[in-house]
């Protein structure tokens, strides 16, 4: 039987982390402490003017392959995650194949909104084990910043920028993706939107006065959602596996709230520690939360070869997946890098 391993990975933050402090200053009817009981972050990164979804995405991209110690033509595909590309057309991921010399590289992009990683994860399994393609770039990211209205309280303090990405590679022992579980209600569509923009509506003068370019969510309704979801579909994905939630060495969900990440755990039946959390540092990066996630967590030393993971994200649609994956870990120490890609790091 093939499976596709995890060899690599890697992620990318703009450098400028916008605090709580920063927040309640400019942005009326928030103080510190209910951003905190609400979300539990404490801080989020926000692209500057150089940085794009698809720059972000190349660094954090460069930075798993040297992990996997691959170079970039070995590469058969690249998938990026995204709700905010570059451009309408074309896609990201072509702009990555360029920007880090995968010259071999087919390139297309996945929008599942926050549950788009994992979709794009299942994607490149599904090419490795159908003999298409040997190795794949996986990438989740995001510059939401730029599609937040500033002056909506319930939605500039969640989100932030970032990208995350993962090296898959042909193997024949057990690891990688175990099992995966999807799915979507689009009856649940406006629950999480940006109106405009699209085919249905075009952007037009009455349409950006109306803001209706930003991210508009009814908040108690997707926090509820989001928790029977993920709960539902963990249990599903580790069903499929022959796992129970008491068999998974680390649960990374989504990192929308904390709250939420809490209530799942609890509804999983999973130790406070075995539930990873890094939403305090980083926010709600949408499809770049999973990666970023796992990447914090192997740096951590929370993954070892043979760690099985249960991870899990919903988003806008309603669109969601779990998985469960087996760990391997990188086949180069990060020590190794050549110095070009050290600077990339930095």
Known sequence: ?????????????PPHALSNADLARSVSG???DWIVRRTGILQRHIAGPEDTTSTLSARAGRWALARAGIDPEQLDVIIVATCTPDTTIPATAPRVQAAIGASRAGAFDVNAACAGFLTALGSAHGLICAGAAERALVIGAEVLSRFLD???PKTCVLFGDGAGAVVLERSEAPAGLLSFAMGAD???AALIEMPAGGSARPASEASVAAREHTIRMNGPEVFRAAVRIMADASERALAAAGLVASDADLVILHQANQRIIDE????????QQRVFSNV???GN??????PIAICEAADRGLLWPGARLVLSAVGAGL????AVVRWTGARTDIREETPDVVEVLA
């Open 1 to 13: 039987m093939t499976y596709a391993a995890i060899t690599g990975w890697g992620m990318a933050v």
């Open 319 to 322: 669109t969601w997946t779990s």
């Open 30 to 32: 928030i103080d510190e």
């Open 285 to 290: 990066t949408s499809a770049a939360s999973i």
């Open 150 to 152: 500033w002056e909506n």
């Open 280 to 282: 305090a540092g980083y």
């Open 186 to 188: 689009g009856e649940g």
């Open 264 to 271: 799942v755990g609890r509804r999983l039946g999973t130790p």
